[in-house]
Nanobody, 128 residues
Framework: QVQLVESGGGSVQAGGSLRLSCAASGSTAGRRCMAWFHQAPGKEREGVAVWGSDGSTRFADSVKGRFTISQDKAKNTLYLQMNSLKPEDTAMYFC??????????????????????WGQGTQVTVSS
């Protein structure tokens, strides 16, 4: 069982930056994939960035070159650094995790059905 708590959302002007945090607790041993998703009102939840504990990363085309993802192992926290924010980035952002033991030969998924654990979300609002 893994619990995820997001923080770091807020309001920012276009072109600004935010860093979202996802603090994980519970049983987190073993290879895992984690990801950030976002969902705007009236739209489906979309994968934004994916991180694997093997060091792999994937990004949605819409955020490539602007967002990065990293981990602080000591704090068991995953970060999403969001730079050059655009109004279309406005959404609720969710952290998610797979079960432990994801195979090393399989890429971490960017689809939401690949993830078993979810945080409650943190709102990001980008104004023009």
């Amino acid at each position: 069982q893994v619990q995820l708590v997001e923080s770091g959302g807020g309001s920012v002007q276009a072109g600004g930056s935010l860093r979202l945090s996802c603090a994980a607790s519970g049983s987190t041993a073993g290879r895992r994939c984690m990801a950030w998703f976002h969902q705007a009102p009236g739209k489906e939840r979309e994968g934004v960035a994916v991180w694997g504990s093997d060091g792999s990363t994937r990004f949605a085309d819409s955020v490539k070159g602007r967002f990065t993802i990293s981990q602080d192992k000591a704090k068991n926290t995953l970060y999403l650094q969001m730079n050059s924010l655009k109004p279309e980035d406005t959404a609720m952002y969710f952290c998610a995790s797979t079960y432990a033991g994801w195979p090393t030969w399989e890429a971490c998924p960017i689809q939401q059905d690949g993830y078993a654990y979810w945080g409650q979300g943190t709102q990001v609002t980008v104004s023009s």
